[in-house]
């Protein structure tokens, strides 16, 4: 009800800019986080693309049943671990670039075979950040290949590209206060020149008639009939 109480009392030229600076807010909020929306999603699909890869790589060929781990090729980049039939790591080759490590599930061969080679995405071990992940089973040893690469460089991406629309938003913003605000006292100007008339009206200056402006606009047909009243 005070929020309603004060809106009530504010001139009308600040609910007009409000009402348009919300708006355009809203606007700009929403294209920017669908545009980080997206963007994230292709920098994910691309990092996908690099684990299929590396798991190529590791293969030697497209048999993904049948792995059999050969972690020197791969590029330290990546984070690659080799887990038994009883979810133990028995292979682990870290990745040289990143400065964590992936919290990593423990995966039976048959839950890495569920898992279908789809990536997902785990949080990493003791620290900030995320790793994307892709688990398939193997067959020599028995037990699942897991491969991690960090989504550091992902999430630095979209970082700065919310600070840019965050920038540019607010300049964006800055200056339509500016420009609206202009336009505003502008085109409200005549209801100032009324209140004035008016003013000296009601003080006993009876000659004085209120400016006249165009008929086609609603200050024009205003000031005629305020015009045609103080006539009578």
Do not use: C, K
């Not at 003080?203 to 004085?208: E, K, P, T, V």
């Amino acid at each position: 009800m005070r929020l309603l109480r004060a809106w009530r009392r504010t001139p009308l030229w600040l609910r007009l800019i409000s009402a348009m600076l919300a708006l355009v807010a809203l606007g700009l909020t929403l294209t920017g986080a669908f545009g980080v929306r997206l963007l994230r999603g292709y920098l994910v699909d691309r990092v996908d693309e690099q684990l299929a890869d590396a798991v190529h790589l590791l293969a030697g060929g497209d048999d993904m049943t049948g792995l059999e781990p050969q972690p020197p090729p791969i590029p330290s980049q990546f984070h690659v671990e080799l887990i038994n039939r009883n979810g133990i790591t028995v292979g682990a080759w870290p990745s040289t670039l990143a400065d964590s490590v992936p919290d990593l599930p423990e995966l039976s061969p048959a839950e890495a075979a569920d898992r279908a080679g789809r990536p997902f995405t785990v949080d990493a071990d003791g620290g900030d950040g995320s790793w994307r992940v892709l688990a398939l089973p193997v067959a020599n040893p028995s037990g699942s290949l897991v491969i991690a690469t960090s989504l550091d460089e992902v999430d630095a991406t979209v970082s700065r590209l919310v600070h840019i629309d965050l920038i540019v938003g607010l300049a964006v913003l800055g200056g339509l206060a500016l420009v609206v605000l202009s336009m505003g006292r502008t085109a409200l100007r005549p209801l100032a020149e009324i209140e004035i008339t008016a003013a000296a009206i009601g003080r006993g200056d009876l000659a004085r008639r209120v400016p006249d402006h165009h008929p086609g606009t609603e200050m024009g047909r205003l000031s005629r009939a305020l015009n045609a009243m103080l006539e009578q």
